[in-house]
């Protein structure tokens, strides 16, 4: 637990440096997480976009929220303050905490959690404005394994336990002014990322959402269970863009 009282901008409790690092964001409004960041965040964040830092939105036929290559997401990362031997601390809303948690593991940095309940769960005093963020040196060291694209998913699919992270409603396949082609992955189980997660059936567990970002919560809480999980980064954005099978009910 980080007393709230010694928190400043790259804090070091201990022989631990910490830094903060605000992910907040709104599906459907850029420049929504900036904002609620500049109107008052935890003292010395530092923020990160989801759709700018988190994402390459230049990245065509990958989903809404393609992965940054790990250039893109060191130059993000170092920005933010983040090196090795800082511990990262994410905080942020629709997911966009546990995308960063997944990117820095997915790009070695194991050194990072996420504050669960977000900012509101944080209960001391916010900053306004801006940061002076010291800028850091991030040296990726990218993982292999942790990912499954669209057409390996499709041929493999006996495999896995698929898990479906967007509400009720988008998983059964209802008309919905997100999804392009509203359905599902066929066989997926539905786990929305904004509720509990229930009880899943043993084996190797492969999580999609729309955009690849709000199934990080689910790799998260899977984590937090001792449980590791594949992420589809495409997601239902790019499966639906793609000749292959859709279920819905």
Request: aromatic share 10%; with cysteine; net charge negative.
């Given at each position: 637990m980080i007393p709230q009282s010694e928190v400043c901008a790259k804090h070091t409790i201990g022989h631990v440096r910490y830094q903060f690092v605000d992910c907040r964001h709104e599906l459907g409004e850029p420049g929504r997480g900036r904002a609620l960041y500049l109107a008052g965040h935890i003292p010395g964040a530092s923020f990160l976009d989801v759709d700018e830092d988190l994402s390459d939105l230049s990245v065509e036929g990958q989903g809404r929220h393609p992965l940054p290559s790990a250039k893109h997401f060191a130059e993000a990362a170092g920005r933010a303050g983040i090196e090795q031997?800082?511990?990262?601390?994410?905080?942020?809303?629709?997911?966009?905490?546990?995308?960063?948690?997944?990117?820095?593991?997915?790009?070695?940095?194991?050194?990072?959690?996420?504050?669960?309940?977000?900012?509101?769960a944080w209960g001391g005093a916010l900053r306004a404005g801006e940061e002076e963020i010291e800028p850091a040196v991030f040296a990726p060291a990218e993982r292999s394994g942790d990912t499954i694209d669209g057409p390996e998913l499709a041929s493999r699919l006996e495999d896995f336990v698929v898990v479906d992270a967007r509400i009720p409603s988008r998983w059964r396949g209802e008309e919905n002014p997100i999804d392009k082609v509203p359905g599902r992955i066929p066989g997926a189980l539905n786990?929305?990322?904004?509720?509990?997660?229930?009880?899943?059936?043993?084996?190797?567990?492969?999580?999609?959402?729309?955009?690849?970002?709000?199934?990080?919560?689910?790799?998260h809480r899977l984590w937090l269970a001792g449980r590791e999980a594949t992420l589809y980064p495409g997601s239902w954005s790019q499966w639906e863009t793609l000749d292959l099978p859709i279920e819905r009910d």
């Open positions: 031997g800082v511990h990262v601390v994410a905080y942020g809303s629709t997911g966009g905490a546990e995308r960063l948690w997944w990117l820095l593991r997915h790009f070695g940095h194991d050194a990072c959690a996420v504050l669960i309940g977000g900012i509101e786990a929305p990322w904004n509720e509990s997660l229930r009880d899943l059936p043993d084996g190797e567990v492969v999580a999609y959402c729309g955009s690849g970002v709000t199934a990080s919560v689910t790799v």
